[in-house]
């Protein structure tokens, strides 16, 4: 069985290092061994594990697993708001809220900041609406986002994936108004680059959810939630009305998962450096905030 590194860039340190995939052998069986289909169908095509899973993580005996996990992922709770402790269950745990000086940003209005923490690829420009993640097939933004695709056709694009051991709350990278969103229901694929090289359209195929965001700036953009295998619910907290740059837009329960921004063509540059890493088919780690694109 092939396995291929996921390599990552750490933006502070520049430095590249290799990803630990929690369940990375269980992964690569359900996604590479064609003798693993029905069990990739049960897991991933169907949201009955993933909602058993959420249930547990939201009982209270999910509680003793949160200390094994922060010292497992090196998790810097100096950052949350409450200690490990705190928590009623795992999925409090994880969606713990951080103090709001660990996550600084730009107050500058032509400033775009990562709306979250995880890995980030951009494509600052789409030939047409097509875009290929890491390791992965070409995917369309016209099957991502039905019914209000075309708008964006030829603009750019960012992808933010999130690990099991990232903040995982979300936010508006620039300022506006929402004017439509839209639920999307789907299947609950794995985002890790392990699945996405397996072929699945994880971004046309999987749950998600689209919100407009008509700025003054940059015309309007599309930010996407993309559910996973283990989410238990993409949770949206700012829904409608007026929003500010870093306002909190919501949070993933416990899984991995996924965000992507969505721009009009001719609307904004994204930082050098993830433009960069991005050309070599490398993700870069990144933290909510921290400068991500500026409007032209």
């Known amino acids: ?52 899973m959420g249930a547990w993580f939201d009982s209270r005996f999910s509680k003793s697993k949160i200390a094994a996990v922060v010292e497992e992922l090196s998790i810097d709770m100096s950052e949350a708001t409450d200690p490990a402790d705190s928590y009623g269950c795992f999925n409090d745990f994880f969606v713990r809220n951080l103090r709001p000086e660990a996550r600084p940003f730009s107050a500058d209005p032509n400033d775009i900041v990562s709306p979250a923490d995880g890995r980030v690829l951009v494509f600052p420009e789409l030939a047409e609406d097509v875009f290929v993640p890491v390791k992965g097939y070409p995917m369309s933004v016209r099957t991502m986002l039905p019914g209000v695709a075309e708008q964006f056709i030829g603009g750019a694009l960012a992808i933010v994936r999130l690990c099991p051991a990232d903040y995982h709350r979300y936010h508006f990278p620039a300022a506006g108004r929402i004017t439509a969103a839209q639920d999307i229901p789907g299947a609950l694929h794995s985002v890790n680059p392990i699945a996405l090289g ?75 450096d993830l433009v960069a890493n991005s050309a070599k088919g490398r993700e870069t780690l990144v933290k909510v905030g921290q400068p991500f694109a500026t409007t032209l």
């Open 1 to 52: 069985m092939q396995r291929d590194p996921i390599l990552v860039v750490d933006r502070e340190t520049g430095e590249t290092f290799e990803e630990a995939v929690l369940g990375e052998k269980w992964i690569r069986w359900a996604y590479q061994n064609a003798s693993a289909k029905p069990v990739e169908k049960l897991l991933f095509r169907s949201s009955l594990i993933s909602r058993l």
């Open 198 to 272: 397996a072929g699945p359209d994880v971004f046309g195929e999987n749950k998600r959810t689209w919100t407009l965001i008509e700025t003054e700036t940059l015309g309007s953009y599309c930010f996407v939630e993309v559910g996973a295998f283990g989410v238990g619910s993409i949770v949206n907290t700012r829904t409608s009305g007026a929003v500010q740059k870093m306002d909190e837009k919501g949070y993933f329960k416990f899984g991995g998962s996924t965000v992507v921004v969505v721009f009009e063509p001719g609307k904004v540059r994204f930082a050098d």
